[in-house]
């Protein structure tokens, strides 16, 4: 049995998807689902395709191959390899789908690796946390995570709002494990999920202990509900490539009175002891340098479109034109530099792990922020009203008027067919629902930009700066 047969057969297990107002019974059917997860289950057989299998997947020590997410880089080339591994794992989707990649996976990852830095105040999560590390990652499951508070109001701690907050806390504690109410938001790709790990995003005060709380349940979970925003997804491949085929999908998580065995919960009551596992830099680090793998598949993804865009229509000779494409290319080109930047000026943590520098790739991070709505925006103006200008469906270059659209619609360097394909894909990207969903996930799914920019001023050496130009004045 294939990875993705292995994955497609476990989804039937009882787990409670809400959409319009009802659980969905069997999400490998229903049309709002069952394409993406067609699509996951050929990204997880790219682990058995001898093409491939060697680069994103490898050997643990207890023999079991597992996939390369949760691979600890103990020498530079393993962070190469891991590096290229994401790459493939990435563009697999076009950079569109952020969870069936290995964001959670290597945040876990990262979390076993540092897991004694909290040892002291939490004595049980070494242990914990690396057993739930080794049952993921030897049984090839996909992760996700949830750790914001609902909406309510924001001029509000938790202990303050009583009864109106409804975030995740604990209500009382059993001999079997701690009872959980509440929701949390926003986990993406949850339906598709094995697995999925909850702990606040945000750091809670002492007021907070209740909410204080990470720890991490199947899908299937008793007393775990996920509600679902409406659906982006098309039956329509050909006229819609990419929401057809990936919508990753978007979820509030309810926990009805769950009761979270012991052994799930990794860190209770303890509002520092979660920020300094959440905080710590190798943590930051090796997450951060997943998700710049998957911006570079995402941004190349945007140059060929926008390229293909200008070859099509015979525009690429005017000066403008060329400047727009260039501003893709440097995108790009920019966001590569910088992950390798950090790759090559990784160096070896105390805990025996090759750490990419974090420097460069928050940079990156902070520039993709703005490079992904910019991308979007040169492809429309590379392509003006041309999106807007194609047939209802492709299947109408064949229809009664065929053999006039395939004139009208024909572009400078290739037939109809091929000319509105692009246009639709185009349009996938720019204004369909999938891709605003992008354009918003790419400007916060790091958090607020303001704060993130804050952080790298924060956190960088000024002061070797300073001392270089006071060496150089004085």
Known sequence: MTAGEAYFNRLNDGRRVWLDGGIVPDIRSHPAFQGTVQSVAAILDLQDDPTTEAHVTYQTDTGVKANIAYLIPESKDELFKRS??????????????????GFYRTQLTTWYVARNLIAEEQPHFPSKIADYYRFVRDNDLLVTAAGHDPQIDRTKLAHELGDLYTAVRIVRETKDGIVVRGA???????????????????????????????????????????????????????????????????????????????????????????????????????????NIVRLASKLEFTAAVGTE???????????????????????????????????????????????????????AKNLGNVYYPRALEILQQLSGAGMLQVPSTIAELNGLLGSQLQKVYRGADRDALDRVKLLKLSWELVGSRLGARHELYERFYAGDPVRTYAGQYVDYDKQRLLDKAARRLG
């Open 184 to 290: 949390k938001m926003i986990a993406t790709g949850a339906p598709y999920m094995d697995e999925i790990i909850v702990s606040p995003h945000s750091k809670k005060t002492g007021d907070e202990q209740r909410y204080a709380v990470m720890f991490a349940v199947p899908a299937s979970h008793p007393g775990v509900h996920m509600i679902c925003r409406e659906s982006f997804a098309s039956e329509q491949r050909d006229d819609h490539p990419l929401s057809s085929r990936f919508d990753e999908m978007d979820a509030v998580l309810i926990f009805d009175d769950a009761l979270i065995p012991w052994e799930r919960v990794f860190i209770k009551d303890d509002p520092e002891a979660i920020w300094s596992i959440r905080s710590d830099r190798l943590s930051r680090a090796l997450s951060l340098h997943e």
């Open 309 to 363: 865009l200008a070859y099509s229509i015979g525009i690429t000779k005017f000066a403008h034109v060329q400047e727009k494409l260039a501003e893709l290319y440097y995108q790009l080109e920019s966001i590569r530099a910088l992950l390798l930047s950090s790759e090559h000026r990784a160096e070896l943590h105390p805990l025996g792990v090759w750490e990419p520098a974090l420097e460069p790739i928050t940079t």
């Open 84 to 101: 290229y591994g994401l790459k493939l794992w990435s563009d697999a989707t076009f950079g569109v789908m952020s969870r069936v990649g």
